[in-house]
């Protein structure tokens, strides 16, 4: 977060929304670890259970409220940003929402985080919404997309013209399905995806996208490999 705050894009352009990673959304709900040695001794002293806050627990979930710090920051960041004629989005606009303008989509998704809507009908937990679907790369089902695609679903294509045409754009740049070799540019152009695993985790290449105009230009490097430690 304090990375993000303190980019400045150069004078004269636009400055890009940051995208609403996964993490800022799973981070929101709080997290709950189990129960260590110690609380299970002195739930069996007192003779029932006793429910003890991990050290830093009570801070995270203020932090990630929506009145928090972190939450008022992934609030006013969208899930879907338009810069010039590119839409930028995590996962990709599928054909269930491809007839919603990204404005109404975003207030969805603000709307679900601010009441921490954790159900499984939640737009933050949909794998046709806007931060899972991964539709555009893969027609897989498998635990990252577990619902089948029923028949006469629209071909990639179908539902990428779709999705543009609403919102007058002519191309989207997605993520969260990674590519390790590289940034690559398809459907003539109209989709961008820059998921390369840049992370040491993943081992993809390092990567950017620079867009002037017209004109995509992605870039790919080697990593180096690790430093080796000194004796």
């Known amino acids: 977060m304090k990375l993000a705050d303190s980019i400045s894009a150069p004078p004269g352009a636009k400055t890009s929304p940051a995208e609403l990673a996964r993490v800022d959304v799973v981070h929101n709900f709080g997290m709950w670890t189990a129960f260590n040695h110690a609380v299970s001794r ?63 989509i975003n207030r969805s998704v603000v709307a679900a985080l601010k009441a921490r809507d954790d159900s499984e009908s939640s737009i933050l937990y949909d794998p046709f919404g806007p931060l899972w679907y991964r539709g555009l790369v893969t027609r897989k089902v498998d635990a990252e997309q577990p619902n089948a695609f029923p028949v006469g679903y629209p071909s990639i294509d179908d539902e990428l013209t779709a999705a543009l045409q609403t919102n007058r754009a002519h191309r989207m740049v997605i993520a969260h399905t990674p590519r390790l070799a590289g940034i690559v540019i398809s459907n003539g152009g109209r989709l961008v995806r820059v998921d390369t695993g840049i992370s040491r985790y993943y081992g993809g290449k390092l990567s950017y996208l620079e867009i002037r105009g017209d004109q995509i230009m992605p870039y790919n490097f080697d990593r180096s490999p690790p430093a080796t430690p000194a004796r």
């Open 42 to 104: 002195a739930s069996r002293l007192f003779g029932r259970p006793l429910v003890l806050a991990p050290l830093g627990m009570l801070e995270h979930q203020a932090a990630w409220s929506p009145s928090g710090r972190l939450g008022r920051w992934t609030i006013g960041n969208p899930a879907i940003a338009k810069v010039g004629d590119t839409i930028f989005v995590h996962g990709g606009i599928s054909v269930r929402f491809s007839a919603t303008p990204f404005q109404v």
